[in-house]
């Protein structure tokens, strides 16, 4: 038999007593009523007294049968209020359902339920009426005095008239707002004052009694119980919110990271592996969580499996281990693992966290640097801005260099083609890094010739002079290669010098792209090249003028360019002045 089955029961058995009393009541009346009228004489005088003191009886056990049913249902409601309580945490239904109980109970025209703010003044949270309705703040009007009283004090206090009350005769708030009965318990929580419920009644005097007040601190006891549990939800909400939150911040931060991220407990499994981990190792999620780490870190090198014991017996980090494994998917990558003790709080080894970066895409970068490197002077790359080189030229004054080899193409027809490229590279080698020591530029090798320039795209004030250092560099160079490569002896450039203005830029499309030197004073230089005997250097009269001061040449006079309308002076150079 469940609550509401004994409550009914309970109600019906009152019931029936009550109206059992009541028929006894009526009969026993009308008993009293006939022998005050007849009264018969046979009819002993101890009869007529004995009714009487039945009737009187009957009417105070109605009464109290009346009481007991009162106590009853307030028992009842108690009960029904601390089960609501227990089974809700949203305090204000709570509390509301609580203050409608109470008024309903104790015949209260208005309820409120007090709670100290942090200020230390009482606030109030709910204010409720008789027709189980929410107060207006301009229907607030209470009895501060003895609200201060219960707070201070910590004992309830129950009025049955504040205009005549002594304890409270004169005071503002009772004469102001005309209140008669009040009844106001503490809510107290460990010892400590944390609110007041205070009812009251406008209208009545001797309203309440010392029945309500008991029912009343007994609905204080469970409302402060109610207010402490749905304080303390509120609080783990609260922390809970904010850990979640903090939760999903450090997963999307740990998702962000570039680096690739895993862990994995002292079971060798892994426990968390973020988006970069899994794009590096070429793995799905489902791949790597759960699954043990020395079999996925020894796909990538057998010297991991090693390390990571290592690091979880030794308590020793692991840092700037290289690897090179091939990568189902991806192919060869270059990685880096960084592979360190997983601590908790009290500094006991739980797993290891291992940090993979991906060297592959700046391996690659480097690489191509150092290829750049060969073809441009480093001081030069150094000083580029790229967001400065924009698809086409600008116009600048440049010392133009070309440097053919002479007698290739009889030579190549005596050597197989594997070492005619590997003589090729060596001479071109030896070309372009007399070049770059200068810090010029090789703008191409066009077949067994180099082309480059100086002053672009860092203007150099020195350039003739670089240029022409740069030609009797490669005058030398030819003969060190010359005693390496013994059958190339035959071998020596020609070379030609102009300066002059041309276009330096990007040329090309978005797909290819050339940074070059296009211009007459270009076309001039391959010219006088052309013209060049092996092993001599040629330079214009334009070369010759700015800088003959310092060098040593001779007269060579002129030369018929092809594609120049007119003769060019040109001079041999064979030295420069100390």
């Not at 609501?84 to 339920?113: P, W």
Request: charged share 25%; net charge negative.
């Amino acid at each position: 038999m469940n609550n509401m089955e004994i409550n009914n029961f309970e109600s019906k058995a009152y019931n029936a007593i009550d109206q059992q009393i009541g028929h006894l009541n009526q009969l026993v009346n009308s008993i009293q009523d006939f022998l005050q009228d007849r009264r018969p004489a046979v009819i002993p005088p101890q009869i007529y007294s004995g009714v009487l003191q039945l009737s009187k009886s009957l009417s105070v056990i109605h009464l109290e049968a009346s009481n007991l049913e009162d106590e009853r249902r307030s028992f009842h409601a108690l009960a029904q209020v601390g089960q609501f309580i227990n089974s809700s945490l949203e305090i204000d239904d709570v509390l509301q359902h609580v203050m409608d109980t109470i008024i309903k109970l104790t015949g209260a025209e208005r309820g409120f339920l007090m709670l100290r703010s942090d200020d230390g003044e009482q606030k109030i949270r709910i204010a409720r009426n008789w027709e189980q309705e929410s107060l207006e703040p301009h229907e607030f009007g209470v009895s501060n005095t003895v609200i201060h009283r219960v707070v201070e004090e910590g004992q309830p206090v129950l009025t049955t008239n504040a205009q005549e009350d002594p304890r409270f005769s004169g005071q503002n708030s009772i004469v102001m707002h005309n209140l008669r009965s009040i009844l106001c318990v503490p809510l107290i929580v460990k010892d400590e004052v944390t609110g007041v419920i205070y009812a009251d009644n406008r209208i009545r005097s001797g309203l309440f009694t010392q029945k309500e007040l008991f029912i009343l601190s007994a609905f204080a006891n469970q409302a402060a119980v109610a207010l402490e549990n749905a304080r303390l939800f509120e609080s783990v909400r609260i922390t809970l919110a904010e850990v979640t939150e903090l939760k999903n911040l450090m997963d999307n931060v740990f998702e962000s990271i570039a680096s690739g991220v895993l862990t994995a407990d002292v079971q060798d499994r892994i426990m968390l592996c973020n988006r970069s981990a899994r794009r590096i190792l070429g793995k799905s999620s489902t791949d790597l969580v759960g699954k043990e780490l020395t079999a996925v870190m020894t796909s990538l090198s057998e010297s991991l499996e090693i390390l990571l014991k290592q690091v979880i017996e030794m308590d020793e980090q692991v840092v700037g281990l290289e690897t090179n494994p091939d990568i189902p998917g991806r192919g060869k990558v270059d990685l880096l693992f960084n592979i360190s003790p997983l601590k908790d709080v009290e500094q006991s080894i739980q797993g290891v966290a291992i940090v993979v970066e991906d060297l592959t895409e700046k391996r690659q970068l480097e690489a191509q640097r150092r290829l750049f490197e060969k073809m441009v002077s480093p001081a030069v790359i150094n000083q580029l801005n790229p967001d400065q080189i924009r698809l086409g030229g600008q116009k600048a004054e440049i010392s133009i260099l070309f440097a053919d080899l002479r007698g290739f193409t009889k030579f190549s027809e005596t050597v197989p083609p594997e070492e005619l490229i590997s003589v090729l590279n060596t001479f071109l080698a030896a070309a372009a890094d007399a070049v770059l020591n200068e810090q010029g530029t090789v703008d191409k090798f066009i077949g067994d010739a180099v082309m480059a320039w100086f002053n672009a795209p860092i203007p150099q004030p020195d350039h003739l002079l670089r240029a022409v250092r740069s030609a009797l560099a490669i005058q030398q160079a030819v003969d060190e290669c010359r005693l390496i490569i013994p059958t190339g002896k035959d071998l020596s450039f020609g070379v030609g010098i102009h300066v002059g203005e041309a276009v330096l830029g990007l040329v090309g499309s978005e797909k290819r792209l050339e940074y070059t030197a296009i211009g007459d004073s270009v076309n001039t230089a391959k010219r006088i090249q052309e013209n060049s005997a092996p092993g001599q250097i040629l330079v214009s009269s334009d070369v010759y003028k700015q800088i003959a001061d310092q060098l040593i040449v001779k007269e060579h006079g002129e030369i018929n360019a092809k594609g120049k309308r007119d003769p060019l002076q040109v001079f041999e150079v064979i030295g420069i002045r100390e």
